[in-house]
């Protein structure tokens, strides 16, 4: 089974723009979450999609959108990037089990503002 | 808001040496995953435990999860240097809609 997938790997773009990060999780998998990681901060949670639904927000501010589309394929965008948008951003998708958790990662975006 | 800490943040060893890293939160979880993430990459899941007191065994590497459901600990026998890279644990309640927290990780350093 293929794994969590996200595109682009790398992305440098200058203040004030905006981007939009791709996500497509784990066949049948149907809940996707986006976690933005910087070293000093960890992982800090943004936001769930489970069937087209946002359904769990961290605390981002409302530069921090997303979507989910049918096919359980999600994107998120972020507008008006500040330098501190600098992080890798993770995208998870997981199978939602009672009892548990699991949670299986892509990759990641590198985004890197200037 | 949930918190938990992982110590030590950073621990560096030589190859054979056993450790243990700690996951503490004052908060009860239904469930808790380890994780080790590389340099570059997404996190990848290690094991869930979701019974207070239970083990799990993964090759070198012991899980334990504390009886309360708050702790979680992580030991490493005989390391080698392919177990480098941060080790992460999250927790997750379950009812409605489960929202899971991370611990900031412990970076892990073996020296062959």
């Known amino acids: 089974k293929a794994g969590v997938t996200q595109t682009p790997r790398y992305l440098i773009k200058t203040r004030g723009q905006q981007v939009t990060l791709s996500c497509s999780p784990i066949?049948?998998?149907?809940?996707v979450s986006w976690y933005q990681q910087t070293p000093g901060q960890g992982l800090q949670f943004l936001f769930e999609?489970?069937?087209?639904?946002?359904?769990n927000k961290g605390n981002f501010p409302g530069r921090f959108s997303g979507r989910q589309f049918s096919n359980s394929r999600s994107e998120m965008n972020v507008s008006t990037l500040e330098l501190g948008d600098s992080a890798l951003y993770l995208c998870?998708?997981?199978?939602?089990?009672?009892?548990?958790?699991?949670?299986?990662f892509g990759p990641g975006t590198r985004l890197t503002v200037t | 808001t949930q918190l938990l800490e992982q110590s030590p943040q950073f621990l560096s060893i030589q190859e054979g040496e056993n450790l243990t890293v700690y996951c503490n939160s004052s908060s009860v979880f239904s469930s808790l995953q380890w994780y080790r993430q590389e340099p570059g990459e997404g996190p990848v899941l290690l094991v869930t435990v979701v019974t207070g007191g239970e083990v799990k065994k993964l090759k070198r590497l012991t899980f334990q999860f504390g009886d309360a459901r708050k702790d979680s600990s992580l030991h490493i026998t005989a390391a080698q240097p392919g177990d480098t890279g941060l080790y992460l644990c999250a927790g997750a309640n379950s009812g409605g809609y489960q929202k899971v927290t991370f611990g900031i990780g412990t970076k892990l350093q073996v020296i062959p």
């Open positions: 999609y489970f069937s087209e639904t946002q359904r």
């Open positions: 998870a998708s997981s199978l939602v089990l009672s009892g548990s958790y699991e949670q299986y």
């Open positions: 066949s049948g998998h149907r809940s």
